[in-house]
């Protein structure tokens, strides 16, 4: 799993779409953020192109899966407290299989 | 609604000896997992036990399934400085494929 970028920093209202693509084949792909204290938490998940499904913190996010292989996180309008990791992670269906994560994406927003 | 929660957040022992740490979850569950997570990087897959499952081994790592209790711990013997991460515990409800992480427990082994 790979993601894109590694690091960015954003202004206030300035907006961004966070990239993450498997070459697994996987059907299920995850969108989450990081923060200390707090672990992981979804924001969002995809079971198949064009699919998906709200996790416990959608708010002030959208995602995009128009192919099988990549799941992209959009930021509208960017506000400091999307500071934050953000990681990206697929599994396969007929499981239950692990997550397979990427390396991340840490952004600032100032 | 953060469903795993990690028992101690923090753990620091000596090199050699034993390192446990605990998850408790709300609702019942089809699988749990557990990851590691060093400094700054992605998470990587440990180990999985199913919620028919009381135990499982895999090399050093050792994890338990309490169902009735709604917890699990993992146990990781003869600690290695290397083992310094953070652990975490996932759990998805049955029938989902939503999975849940727990805090984490930062677990530092001193050399």
């Known amino acids: 799993v790979t993601q894109t970028p590694k690091f960015r920093i954003l202004k206030i209202g300035q907006s961004m779409t966070l990239q993450c693509t498997q070459d697994?084949?996987?059907?299920?792909m995850y969108w989450y953020r990081q923060d200390p204290g707090l672990g992981l938490r979804l924001i969002y998940f995809?079971?198949?192109?064009?699919?998906?499904e709200k996790g416990d913190i959608p708010e002030g996010y959208s995602v995009s899966r128009e192919k099988k292989e990549r799941f992209s996180l959009i930021l509208e309008s960017a506000s400091t407290n999307q500071t934050s990791m953000y990681l990206c992670?697929?599994?396969?269906?007929?499981?239950?299989?692990?997550?397979?994560f990427g390396p991340g994406t840490r952004l600032t927003v100032t | 609604s953060q469903q795993g929660e990690e028992d101690p957040q923090a753990l620091s022992i000596q090199e050699g000896e034993n390192a446990t740490m605990n998850c408790s979850y709300k609702t019942s569950i089809n699988n749990l997992q557990w990851y590691r997570q060093n400094s700054g990087r992605g998470l990587v897959h440990l180990i999985l036990?199913?919620?028919?499952?009381r135990e499982k081994h895999s090399g050093r790592l050792r994890v338990t399934l309490d169902t009735s209790k709604k917890s699990s711990s993992l146990l990781i013997t003869a600690s290695r400085a290397a083992d310094t991460a953070s652990y975490f515990c996932?759990?998805?409800?049955?029938?989902?494929?939503?999975?849940?992480f727990g805090t984490g427990t930062r677990l530092k082994v001193l050399a």
């Open positions: 992670a697929s599994t396969r269906t007929g499981g239950p299989y692990e997550q397979y």
């Open positions: 996932a759990t998805a409800a049955s029938g989902t494929y939503k999975y849940i």
């Open positions: 995809s079971y198949d192109v064009k699919m998906k």
């Open positions: 697994m084949n996987h059907n299920y």
């Open positions: 036990i199913r919620s028919n499952e």
